[in-house]
């Protein structure tokens, strides 16, 4: 615990080789000196808001669009929905580049949280004044000891540390974050009581929870 | 900023993640999470385990046209601006509130007692949840009261106690179905809280339920 947050402290540069999953590292060509991969999809976000670089849109367009795409079908939107669900959140990508800080974020993290507040005001009808995404993954405004950054490092931990939970932990996770189902129709769906399903999604917390913590906190 | 040590329980930021918390409870979270760095890692371990989800999903073919009507509608100009700001009310100038609360509409300040003042969010009635504004006199004690709902409490400025321990700014504060305290605020500050009740609270005291009627809580 102590020496994640000694890693935090140090404020490592980005690090290329640790993006979240495979498919995004095979698309990793080259490393800048700031030790950026190019096609990296940080970079090419971070492309996309210094020069409008609408090639650079045009490749994370095809790398996310057909993820986000199968990520609402199973949310349980039509193929139609599915796919304009995708095409604005892309579009979001686009205009909101400019908030998006890759010491802070991974891509994939950065985009699966506008797709998510996409999805969720479309479900609603509801607009709110202010979206998630940028504020949540904002720079902190004071580099507080305890205050864990998810960086892109961390993100692909998290992905790591998922595989090696128990099957009924990646069972709630899945039906939680992938199905989007309340805790009590959780329980329904699994035939247990909904005790147990909050304990299970408890411990994969806590199990996930220190691809980051900080060890600070009580 | 004092360190907040009573956070909002990580099932129900999971359940504020997922959107399903009604108006007033999600204003709260909101509030209590731009003021606590701890709960918005918290909240960024779920947009994380989201996209860890996304990452390994195998992908469906996006419409031959896809990438074509995608750069199209990046050269659109972006249409409608975000709301303004409601005007922050008189009696809340001066005081430093979040930014989320500051986005937010209130309706006009009462007063529930001497020395206490409320004000609810200006929104549509949502069911009998009640979300408002209360500002209590430093040194002063509520009446007991018992909660027949989830009634969720942020302090924003001053110090509260109850039985179980002592609320600073940032702090929050959940009373489930069947609680019952009689918070007391500590002398020298007077305290600012926003909370988010599913139901109306009710006075154990006589005092209190002759003031429930002018508080309208």
């Given amino acids: 615990m102590t020496t994640r947050m000694t890693a935090h402290a140090d404020k490592k540069p980005f690090d290329p ?14 490393h800048t000196s700031t030790g950026r991969a190019d096609g990296s999809p940080e970079a090419l976000i971070v492309r996309i808001a210094a020069t409008r670089d609408r090639d650079a849109y045009a490749q994370l367009f095809t790398l996310y669009a057909p993820k986000l795409k199968a990520f609402m ?6 193929a139609n929905e599915a796919e304009d669900l995708a095409q604005d959140a892309l579009l979001s990508v686009w205009r909101k580049a400019g908030y998006f800080d890759p010491s802070k974020a991974a891509a994939t993290t950065w985009i699966y949280a506008i797709a998510r507040n996409l999805h969720i005001d479309g479900v609603r009808k509801q607009k709110r004044a ?3 995404p940028e504020d949540l993954w904002a720079p902190e405004p004071d580099a507080a000891a305890d205050v864990a950054v998810i960086g892109a490092e961390d993100a692909r931990t998290v992905a790591v540390l998922i595989d090696t939970l128990p099957p009924e932990q990646i069972e709630v996770i899945r039906l939680s974050f992938f199905e989007d189902l309340s805790h009590g129709d959780i329980a329904t769906a699994l035939s247990i009581p909904l005790g147990t399903v909050k304990s299970r999604l408890r411990l994969a917390m806590m199990r996930l929870r220190t691809a980051f913590d900080t060890g600070t906190r009580v | 900023m004092s360190k907040i040590s009573h956070h909002i329980d990580e099932l129900l930021l999971l359940d504020y993640h997922h959107r399903r918390l009604n108006a007033g409870q999600s204003l709260l979270v909101a509030t209590h999470v731009e003021m606590c760095g701890h709960c918005r890692s918290q909240l960024r371990l779920f947009d994380a385990i989201g996209a860890a989800l996304l990452q390994d999903m ?7 046209d896809a990438l074509e009507l995608a750069l199209a509608r990046i050269e ?10 409601p005007v922050v009310p008189p009696y809340l100038q001066g005081i430093d509130l979040p930014e989320t609360l500051r986005q937010t509409a209130f309706k006009k300040r009462y007063w529930a007692a001497p020395g206490v003042w409320m004000a609810h969010v200006d929104t549509p009635k949502d069911g009998k949840s009640l979300t408002y504004l209360m500002h209590v006199k430093g040194g002063m004690e509520m009446p007991v009261h018992d909660h027949h709902g989830l009634e969720m409490t942020l302090v924003l400025t001053g110090t509260f106690s109850d039985h179980n321990g002592v609320y600073r700014p940032g702090d929050c504060i959940s009373c489930a179905e069947g609680d019952h305290h009689a918070p007391a605020i ?7 809280c926003l909370i988010a009740a599913l139901a109306p609270i009710a006075p154990k005291t006589l005092l209190g339920k002759l003031l429930k009627p002018f508080a309208r809580i």
């Fill in chain 1, 130 to 132: 202010r979206d998630l």
């Fill in chain 1, 17 to 30: 080789d640790t993006f979240l999953g495979s498919s995004v590292a095979m698309i990793v060509s080259d």
């Fill in chain 2, 186 to 192: 500590a002398a020298g500050e007077d305290c600012l």
């Fill in chain 2, 76 to 85: 659109r100009p972006e249409e409608g601006e975000a709301p303004a700001a």
């Fill in chain 2, 58 to 64: 195998p992908p469906v073919a996006m419409r031959a």
């Fill in chain 1, 73 to 78: 079908m199973g949310r349980g939107l039509s």
